[in-house]
């Protein structure tokens, strides 16, 4: 598997799913085109972009001046940065800002953000009228290779990690991997994680083409485009098969029965970045994989060296504050995974791998294995 050297042309994925089809624009600088995009999807339409300040200080200018150009109409609602705005309140406010612009069913709501705004006003649009369309403008990585892609939409509660929401997908994604150049490298390397997930559970040649050429793809080469439209389209074929994670779609979890925890341990808050809760949980189901005899040890050790290698952590040991809150108790860490989405009449659900390229949903394994495994990483 190679990167592709032409860049000129945008990329498009298309996520099948019947009448509610759209596709996912993959280019630099594509931001250009969404005023284009939306008045040719929807004639005359109104819009209403949510963002967050910092996204805002980047890229809301040149996202009003898109949607100017093409002669649509719109207004902005900015709430604040991190997982703290995925919450009751501030859903409130988007919704009340919404209602106030007087955004109508037939028009859009733009989640112009990462993960957390793409979240959140995913989920204030299913509200807001029973029902109103809206288009992801994801602008972090995690966003463009996930959380952008497939309708799930939600807040947190304090009990655990998108415990409230909905699906709804949105009616167009528009990628610009140009605005990943204002990322931190933290804040990168998070995303990255994401993108060695599609890897690990379903295509071993997209592992191994990683190892080779991560460096290109955080430089910002013709690596990147190509490992963000990789990761969509392995994305999008799994959603058009379980829209609605009755099964098969459970396998994106990987490492997430782990890191939504871990997130949870820490407080929703900077001390971990999703992407550095799923990469120490990836490490950890390969570990709990190995320990089954699912896979070789050689493997799981060659997950943590990558990951590593690109600097994300991948012990409990490596998260910030690890002692406090909660993270050196196996007890408490079983606990909040019990709170997980996957969990059916009490019994958790994990995703583990039977070889690199190939996991696995398994609900048989037994809390008092997972958490005796727990108690001898804590250590």
Not at 212 to 236: L, M, P, Q, V, Y
Not at 260 to 288: I, N, P, Y
């Amino acid at each position: 598997m190679t990167a592709p050297l032409n860049r000129s042309a945008p990329i498009t994925v298309a996520v099948e799913l019947g009448e509610r089809a759209y596709d996912i624009i993959i280019g630099r600088d594509v931001l250009a085109s969404l005023g284009q995009r939306i008045a040719a999807l929807r004639p005359g339409v109104r819009t209403a972009i949510v963002t967050d300040r910092t996204v805002a200080q980047h890229w809301l200018a040149p996202t009003e001046a898109a949607l100017a150009q093409a002669g649509v109409a719109t207004t902005r609602i900015v709430v604040g940065e991190g997982e703290a705005s995925k919450s009751y309140g501030v859903l409130q406010d988007v919704c009340e800002g919404l209602i106030g612009a007087r955004i109508e069913r037939n028009d859009l709501v733009i989640a112009l953000g990462g993960g957390v705004v793409g979240d959140l006003a995913g989920f204030a649009a299913s509200l807001v009228r029973r029902g109103v369309d809206f288009v992801q403008v994801p602008t972090s990585l995690l966003a463009q290779v996930d959380s952008s892609v497939g309708g799930k939409t939600g807040i947190n509660s304090p009990q655990g990690k998108n415990l409230i929401g909905a699906f709804h997908q949105p009616v167009l994604v528009v990628a610009d991997t140009a605005v990943l150049d204002t990322l931190s490298q933290r804040q990168f390397r998070a995303g990255y994680a994401e993108v060695a997930k599609y890897g690990l559970l379903g295509d071993a040649g997209f592992f191994a083409w990683l190892e080779a050429n991560h460096a290109e793809i955080f430089s910002g080469g013709a690596a990147r485009e190509h490992a963000i439209a990789t990761s969509c389209r392995a994305k999008a074929a799994i959603v058009a098969r379980d829209e609605r994670e009755t099964g098969e779609r459970a396998l994106l979890n990987l490492g997430h029965t782990f890191g939504h925890a871990l997130e949870a341990a820490t407080g929703f808050s900077d001390r971990l970045f999703h992407g550095e809760g799923v990469s120490v949980g990836m490490v950890l189901a390969a570990e709990l994989s190995a320990e089954l005899g699912l896979i070789a040890p050689a493997d799981a050790a060659r997950i943590q060296r990558h990951l590593a290698a690109v600097g994300l952590p991948t012990h409990l040991q490596d998260i910030a504050g690890f002692r406090q809150e909660g993270l050196a108790d196996a007890d408490a860490l079983m606990a909040l995974m019990a709170q997980d989405k996957k969990v059916k009449r009490g019994r958790l659900t994990f995703i583990l791998l039977e070889a690199i390229g190939q996991a696995v949903i398994r609900s048989d394994i037994e809390p008092a294995v997972v958490r005796e495994f727990l108690a001898r990483k804590l250590v």
